[in-house]
């Protein structure tokens, strides 16, 4: 049987939108928006196998998480997941901007009660707005996305809410600008010779 060569895809390319006036009335609009988070659901149940599995993935040995008895001698009375397992039930998901670019700036958490073993963690995300748009010396322009989360328990009680930022930028301008800067970088490079020691 011959081998044939592999037909070359097609290089994937992002989206290089800038932000515009329709972006920026878009958005406003969707401030204060409840936002529908079912599919980025990773867990509801504080079971004991769950939190213990948990404190194990963020290398957490404290036995209020994973040991029955040593719980209930402690001021909760019984076990408790620990705070940061609101995060694995829910912590976010990409919204809005098509086209630009974006990462995670910033997240403030407050926490209010603990999760026991057996709660039910049931989260809200609404879209707060945003800040902007800034001029950027990296990308152009940015705008800064808000968002709430809210966590309570089958009881309605609030558990924990975080507050966090997103960073969207111009991603076509972000290349061009990385672009030139390499370009001009490679040119000193080539009339200076290496640098030593190597950065």
Known sequence: ????????????VMPQAVITDEMIAAMAAKAGSVLRIDH???????????????AGGIGDINPLWTDADYAQSSPYGAPVAPPSFVIGCFSGIQFGWP??????????????????????VQATCVYEGFDGPSPSSFAGRTVTDRFRNTYTNQRGERIAT????????ERGRARARRSAAD?????????????????
């Open 1 to 12: 049987m011959a081998v044939t060569e592999r037909e070359t895809e097609p290089e994937a």
């Open 40 to 54: 980025s659901v990773n867990n509801e149940l504080a079971s004991r196998i769950a939190v213990t599995k948990f």
């Open 99 to 120: 086209g630009l670019g974006s990462f995670h700036s910033q997240s403030n958490l407050t926490f209010e009660r603990p999760v026991y073993w057996g709660d039910v």
């Open 162 to 169: 975080v507050t966090w930022q997103v960073i969207n930028f």
């Open 183 to 199: 370009q001009g970088a490679a040119g000193e490079r080539a009339t200076a010779g290496p640098v030593l020691p190597h950065p």
